[in-house]
């Protein structure tokens, strides 16, 4: 994709003291406005968390309902990975250390990461 900003060349006054001396400003006319980068949050299965712990997460750090955290645990269990969330970077960042941090705090296995979309 070709995306840059839209310029336009204006000249100063032509009169008086601003007259034209071949000097110019350029002007943005559009708004800038970048994409930012998205990230996934993916959780990992194992055979060891608990299920009912996984949907824990899933509310606790994802403001899942209990139905979506339901789905998405047996996504994981059923596949191996399964989507959390898409977020810009440092919120991503926050989520993974949140999970992991939870998850060593009851002593399960459980893995979060990120992958850039
Ligand atoms: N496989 C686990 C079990 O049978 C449940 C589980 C689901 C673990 C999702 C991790 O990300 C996970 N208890």
């Known amino acids: 994709m070709i995306a840059g900003p839209i310029l336009m060349e204006r000249e100063k006054g032509t ?27 993916l959780l ?4 060891y968390t ?19 955290a339901t789905r998405i645990m047996l996504h994981v269990h059923n596949h191996g990975v399964g989507e959390c969330g898409i977020f810009t970077y440092e919120v991503a960042e926050t989520k993974v ?9 009851h002593q ?3 893995q979060c990461v990120m992958e850039k979309k």
């Open 15 to 41: 009169d008086g003291d601003n007259a034209n001396r071949g000097t110019s400003v350029i002007t943005r006319t559009k708004p800038k406005t970048k994409k930012p980068n998205l990230y996934r949050v």
């Open 44 to 47: 990992l299965n194992d055979d």
């Open 50 to 68: 608990p299920m009912e712990f996984v949907i824990h997460i899933l509310e606790r750090f994802f403001q899942k309902d209990r139905e979506a």
């Open 97 to 105: 250390s949140q999970v992991m941090d939870f998850s060593r705090q």
């Open 108 to 110: 399960h296995p459980l």
